[in-house]
């Protein structure tokens, strides 16, 4: 039977690290775009509020041992506290699922909010250090937060100032009262019907990769007209439909040269580029480097 140190793999902090800030906030992004359940860990060595946003399928975080679970089900988040000073969490994440984790300095959360109040959580509970686990659904604001933090294009050096003001803003409405969070609306997209379409082109591009739809067969899909879609698509995740497509695209080539499974043709292949050639222009052009100097860096 394997160890805990053997099944869950070290998070690379160089590619899921999205956000570090010495006694603020960390920002975890745990994409797993493979066809395999993976296993990863990360150790904290301070006491953090944790919080844990789960995308399109459940995933589950343990907390020092596999038998302290919990599972946060697609499209809810868990607020997480434990006092201690040093934790290791152990992910389970089932293919193509994503989960963000942000995990805010408890001497840093004291800061910014009043203890004085009970409004963000059970407080008895948080002043006794007595652990609290609060499940609550993502809302609409909070998603679109969440999807600005990892696909808006920005100026590398101006990316930090950009990701905290967004941590702000995601804490703001992710401790808003309850009738506050019923009655808000996305504000920038009309409404949760709008979306969940946006979500569905998002889905479909890359369940059909190799061979997308069109702009046009897109919109007829999802019954929105094309200047809706991609406007609304760009203001959601950031970029244009195809460019989403194209760094999706990018990212998976990443994680499949790390593997070192499949050879640089194979990649070409699964990612739908009719020749070999025409990904490696493409990965240069994102990244500076072939896929072959990446893949022995």
Known sequence: MKSLEEKYKNIDKSTQELFNEKGTFKVLNLNNQTEDTQYL???LNNNYIQLFFCGNK????????????????????????FK?????????LSRNSELMVILISIEYFHSLFSIEGNFLFNFSSFKSGKPIMEPKEINPSVRLILNQLTTRQINESLRPI??????????SYYYSSESE?????????????????IKKVKETIID???????????????GLNI??????????YGVPVFTFLLNYKMELAKKLLQEKKLNVNEISSQLGYS???????????????TPKQYSIS
């Open 162 to 171: 950009f990701i905290k003001g967004k941590l702000y803003e995601l804490l």
């Open 227 to 236: 200047k809706k879609l991609k406007t609304d698509f760009k203001e959601f």
């Open 58 to 81: 459940n995933s589950t975080v343990a907390f020092n041992m596999e038998h302290c679970a919990i599972e946060i089900e697609a499209g809810q988040s868990n607020m997480v506290y």
């Open 208 to 222: 059909q990769m190799t061979n997308p739809p069109s702009l046009d067969e897109l919109a007829k899909l999802v």
């Open 181 to 197: 969070s019923e009655a808000e609306n996305c504000p920038y997209i009309a409404n949760e019907d709008t979306i969940i379409k």
């Open 41 to 43: 860990q990360y150790s």
């Open 84 to 92: 201690d000073s040093e934790m290791k969490l152990l992910f389970k």
């Open 275 to 289: 020749t070999a050639s025409h990904f490696i222009a493409a990965f240069k052009r994102k990244y500076g480097i």
